[in-house]
């Protein structure tokens, strides 16, 4: 199954590059704070840390991109709940993110709304330990990325968002607030 995703990403992404429909390309950089946060918790914990990824973003209308992407999320337990109260509860994840995205926007300029959604493959080690599960895994699952949020400015090259990578074998969720910038690329063929 891994090595299926894998093969079917890689030929994803590849044939997007080079596709004829593309209009624009650019490269989107994105920083941002980090969160995991179990399925299942009694006592509400999540995890804070830090989150970066970059995308190279394929425009084939002004209202949809294709965004393969590269993204890393480093997120550990602190020993607290949501409120700030001890718990025992955890939801760790340190991955290397990599994957492919579709992004529906309004092509407004100026504040540009966006959903995105896609399939990627996560490489690193996840903990989840709540009252209902306890999972340590390393290496390699899938996962669903979904991210919402504006673009800002004249040319919409600020982007400003929650990003998520739901992993359901490891029963948690990664996310983001997310601030980012969009450097378009010059075309040599043209």
Do not use: C
Request: glycine residues 10%; proline residues 4%.
């Amino acid at each position: 199954m891994k090595k299926k995703l894998i093969i079917l990403i890689a030929i994803l992404t590849s044939n997007f590059i080079e596709a004829q429909f593309i209009k624009e390309k650019s490269i989107n950089a994105q920083i941002g704070y980090g969160i995991s946060l179990p399925y299942d918790s009694v006592d509400e914990t999540a995890d804070d840390g830090f989150f970066m990824q970059g995308e190279l973003v394929l425009e084939a209308y002004s209202w949809l991109e294709i965004r393969p992407y590269a993204g890393l999320i480093l997120v550990n337990s602190n020993g607290k709940d949501i409120d700030g109260n001890p718990t025992n509860e955890k939801a760790e994840s340190k991955a290397f993110l990599i994957g492919g995205k579709t992004r529906l926007r309004a092509p407004i300029r100026w504040v540009a709304p966006y959903f995105e959604a896609g399939i990627g493959i996560s490489a690193g080690k996840f903990e989840t330990f709540t009252a209902f599960t306890n999972i340590n895994k390393s290496g390699v699952i899938y996962h669903i990325p979904v991210s919402f949020g504006l673009e800002l400015g004249k040319k919409n090259n600020f982007d400003l968002g929650f990003t998520y990578f739901f992993h359901p074998t490891v029963e948690q969720y990664s996310g983001a607030f997310t601030l980012g910038v969009t450097i378009p690329l010059k075309d040599k063929q043209k």
